[in-house]
T-cell receptor, first 113, second 115 residues
Framework: GDSVTQMEGPVTLSEEAFLTINCTYT??????LFWYVQYPGEGLQLLLK?????DKGSNKGFEATYRKETTSFHLEKGSVQVSDSAVYFC????????????FGKGTRLSVIA | EPEVTQTPSHQVTQMGQEVILRCVPI?????FYWYRQILGQKVEFLVS????????KSEIFDDQFSVERPDGSNFTLKIRSTKLEDSAMYFC?????????????FGEGSRLTVL
C-alpha cells in the first residue's frame, strides 16, 4: 500500500541554520504530496502542498519540490527561526478521489537561539 | 478563522470503559475524519465520513469503534470497550470537498490514556 518515510528526529538546529527534512514515498499513480506542521499545543496545520511532478510548494520560507524520479518531497528552509520549532509531517493522498491522507511518523524540529 | 475543535483535550479511563471523543468540524465542510497517533508512531487513518455514512475505514477501525454525526454539528468517535493499546492522540479533521488536492483541517487532538 501507499506509504511515507521521513527522517527520524529530533532535529536540533541553531537559529539561521539551513533545514532539510527528508521525505520519500511509495504510491501507485500520481499522488498529491503535503507537509503538515504541528506547533506545541496545537493541531496539525497544512504547511505546503504539491499536486504534480516538479511542482514546488512554498509557504513561510519553507519549500518542497515534488520529485517523481526520486519519489521524494524533501522540506527545506534557508534560515530557521526559534518559532519554527514544531513537529513536521510529510503526507500523501492517492490520486483517486477522496482517499485518506497517509502520514509519515513526523520529525520534531527544535531551533535554539 | 474557522477551526476544528475537539473535546476533551485529555481523558484518562480504565480498561473496558466506553469513551466518546467529540469534534466540531468547520461548519461548511462535508468530509470528516478521525486519525490517531500512538506515541512515537505514525499518524494513522481510522475512518472517513461523508453524507452521514462511513465512506472508508481502516483495519484499525474494528467493531469496538463507531462514529456519529448526531446533530449536524458534532462528529463523535466512540470506543465501546477500551484496551490499553487504544492509548493515543486522536485527531479529528474536516475537509470542504472531496478533491485529492484538498486541505484537511485538523483539531488539536484528544489524548486518551487507558489504564
Amino acid at each position: 500500500g501507499d506509504s511515507v518515510t521521513q527522517m527520524e528526529g529530533p532535529v536540533t538546529l541553531s537559529e539561521e541554520a539551513f533545514l532539510t527534512i527528508n521525505c520519500t514515498y511509495t504510491a501507485t499513480g500520481y499522488p498529491s504530496l503535503f507537509w503538515y506542521v504541528q506547533y506545541p499545543g496545537e493541531g496539525l496545520q497544512l504547511l505546503l502542498k504539491a499536486t504534480k511532478a516538479d511542482d514546488k510548494g512554498s509557504n513561510k520560507g519553507f519549500e518542497a519540490t515534488y520529485r517523481k524520479e526520486t519519489t521524494s518531497f524533501h522540506l527545506e528552509k534557508g534560515s530557521v527561526q526559534v518559532s519554527d520549532s514544531a513537529v513536521y509531517f510529510c503526507a500523501l493522498r492517492a490520486s483517486s478521489g477522496n482517499t485518506p491522507l497517509v502520514f509519515g511518523k513526523g520529525t520534531r524540529l527544535s531551533v535554539i537561539a | 478563522e474557522p477551526e476544528v475543535t475537539q473535546t476533551p483535550s485529555h481523558q484518562v479511563t480504565q480498561m473496558g470503559q466506553e469513551v466518546i471523543l467529540r469534534c466540531v468540524p468547520i461548519s461548511n465542510h462535508l468530509y470528516f475524519y478521525w486519525y490517531r497517533q500512538i506515541l512515537g508512531q505514525k499518524v494513522e487513518f481510522l475512518v472517513s465520513f461523508y453524507n452521514n455514512e462511513i465512506s472508508e475505514k481502516s483495519e484499525i477501525f474494528d467493531d469496538q469503534f463507531s462514529v456519529e454525526r448526531p446533530d449536524g454539528s458534532n462528529f463523535t468517535l466512540k470506543i465501546r470497550s477500551t484496551k490499553l493499546e487504544d492509548s493515543a492522540m486522536y485527531f479529528c479533521a474536516s475537509m470542504a470537498d472531496g478533491m485529492d488536492t484538498g486541505e484537511l483541517f485538523f483539531g488539536e487532538g484528544s489524548r486518551l490514556t487507558v489504564l
